[in-house]
T-cell receptor, first 111, second 115 residues
Framework: QKEVEQDPGPLSVPEGAIVSLNCTYS??????FMWYRQYSRKGPELLMY????GNKEDGRFTAQVDKSSKYISLFIRDSQPSDSATYLC???????????FGKGTKLTVNP | DTEVTQTPKHLVMGMTNKKSLKCEQH?????MYWYKQKAKKPPELMFV???????INESVPSRFSPECPNSSLLNLHLHALQPEDSALYLC??????????????FGPGTRLTVL
């Protein structure tokens, strides 16, 4: 079983839709959870960072962490064509230098 | 300023060439990282520098040689690479190596092609 599982998609939605992206993980030692957005042929951009269980909202983006289920989500409201990218979840144990990434989900938002 | 810069943006080299990739950040971060990313794959960690000292080498072949001249600069020296080394090379930095959270900020990458 991989440490982090992420459905690679691809996921295609119409403009304005609510998008839900998810990752599951197996290591209960993970404490810090991140979502990165990566446009084609560019470096990953840190979107959201959360610690332990709970929700965090930033504009149209909401990150949720459920440590009891070992499940994290990223919701995008009112999705825009500019949100079309690959979304990578990443997590770390805390005090660790190594991020463990999911495989990434490719999202396309159609105008 | 949450910017990590990398040069060059693109690099084509032969298997006998020697070249270097450069990364720079001015955020006061004391941990810097090199990652390799192949198409449709997540980034793979190569090296970590913490306070200008190499702290992690993920069993990377010796044809890749990292260097951290100061807290703002990170280089990756390349020599005798193979075509399978062609990839996007990403630099990242974080405030403190091993600190809780360890939010890493990535640069735009150098796209390397080895002929």
């Amino acid at each position: 079983q991989k440490e982090v599982e992420q459905d690679p998609g691809p996921l295609s939605v119409p403009e304005g839709a609510i998008v839900s992206l998810n990752c599951t993980y197996s290591n209960s030692a993970f404490q810090y959870f991140m979502w990165y957005r990566q446009y084609s042929r560019k470096g990953p951009e840190l979107l959201m960072y959360t610690y332990s269980s709970g929700n965090k909202e930033d504009g149209r983006f909401t990150a949720q962490v459920d440590k009891s289920s070992k499940y994290i989500s990223l919701f995008i409201r009112d999705s825009q064509p500019s949100d079309s990218a690959t979304y990578l979840c990443a997590m770390s144990r805390g005090g660790s230098e190594k991020l463990v990434f999911g495989k990434g989900t490719k999202l396309t938002v159609n105008p | 300023d949450t910017e990590v810069t990398q040069t060059p943006k693109h690099l084509v080299m032969g298997m006998t060439n020697k070249k270097s990739l450069k990364c720079e950040q001015h955020m006061g971060h004391r941990a810097m990282y090199w990652y390799k990313q192949k198409a449709k794959k997540p980034p793979e960690l190569m090296f970590v520098y913490s306070y200008e000292k190499l702290s992690i080498n993920e069993s990377v072949p010796s044809r890749f040689s990292p260097e951290c001249p100061n807290s703002s600069l990170l280089n990756l020296h390349l020599h005798a690479l193979q075509p399978e080394d062609s990839a996007l090379y990403l630099c990242a930095s974080s405030l403190l190596s091993g600190a809780p959270g360890n939010e890493q900020f990535f640069g735009p990458g150098t796209r390397l092609t080895v002929l």
